[in-house]
């Protein structure tokens, strides 16, 4: 993101910021705070003024937003699929009865498991390097992961297989990159402007107004795609209960003009076919 800021003439120094989240690697999301682990510090420091541009991963970002702040932009994404890394090239399907798989997610957890029951599942936390350490040191059989992060990485030659949408649907806003500025701070927000991709912009407001709806975050089991198809939205999300049990799925249609409105109809359309969050 430096890079393409520089590009405009743009000079841009770098503050690493280390959030909760990045420092607690032995607990699952939900229990220490969720979504919000991931981004509070960052924000204390852009409504304090003492950075102008926030960068998160969408998916990790809460639906709310703090009074004072707003999304400026949110780039063009790369690619929304979970993959799976296997230790010895297994494929999902191929992984033998009791095989361990290591994914830090409820959302992922939940959907394989609803796939293969007969699989454990364990919590695993930590940057992508730890995780695949673990997976090599044979703390479990296969991990899943973002696509995104792997690509960004450079480590496509580790994935074994892209997980099929209708396996595993992505959490609300994966593969995107939410640019956040004060919502006081007109002059910030011009020079990131052209960062703005409307598709993705469009695509994941609807999935994150899905979200929102279902008051979901960390604790719920909550997936879901927008994609624009001829002059139309169409939105996809799948609610499941937490050991994969149930799960429920659907999709929704409308304006790219009115992505909110998309979102918050699906969540009514899955509620109405019995998924209690």
């Not at 609807?206 to 089991?221: I, K, N, S, T």
Request: charged share 25%.
């Amino acid at each position: 993101m430096k890079d393409r800021l520089a590009e405009s003439g743009i000079t841009v120094s770098l503050q690493i910021i280390r959030t909760t989240g990045d420092k607690i690697h032995d607990a699952p999301l939900a229990r220490i705070g969720g979504k919000g682990v991931f981004t509070k510090e960052i924000e204390e420091a852009l409504l304090a003024g003492q950075i102008d541009l926030a960068v998160h991963s969408m998916k990790d970002l809460p639906t709310a937003l703090p009074d004072g702040l707003t999304i400026g932009a949110v780039t063009s994404r790369a690619d929304v699929r979970d993959v799976l890394i296997s230790r010895t090239g297994t494929l999902f399907d191929r992984l033998p009865p009791q095989g361990v798989l290591g994914t830090s997610s409820l959302r992922r957890q939940a959907q394989l498991r609803h796939a293969r029951p007969d699989l454990r599942f364990i919590d695993l936390r930590g940057n992508l390097d730890t995780r695949l350490k673990k997976l090599d040191a044979g703390v479990c059989d296969a991990i899943v992961l973002a696509a995104a992060g792997i690509e960004r990485m450079g480590w496509q030659t580790r994935i074994t297989e892209y997980l099929p949408l209708d396996l595993c649907m992505p959490a609300p806003g994966q593969g995107a990159l939410g640019l956040e500025t004060r919502s006081d701070d007109p002059n910030t927000a011009a020079i990131i402007s052209h960062l703005d991709d409307p598709i993705s912009h469009c695509t994941v407001s609807a999935e994150r107004a899905f979200l929102r709806a279902l008051g979901g975050g960390c604790q719920v089991p909550i997936g879901a795609l927008g994609r624009i198809q001829g002059n139309h939205l169409r939105l996809d999300g799948v609610v499941a209960s937490v050991d994969g049990t149930s799960l429920v799925q659907g999709y929704a249609e409308g304006s790219p003009g009115n992505p909110e409105e998309v979102g918050r109809r699906l969540a009514e359309e899955l509620l109405a076919k019995g998924m209690m969050v």
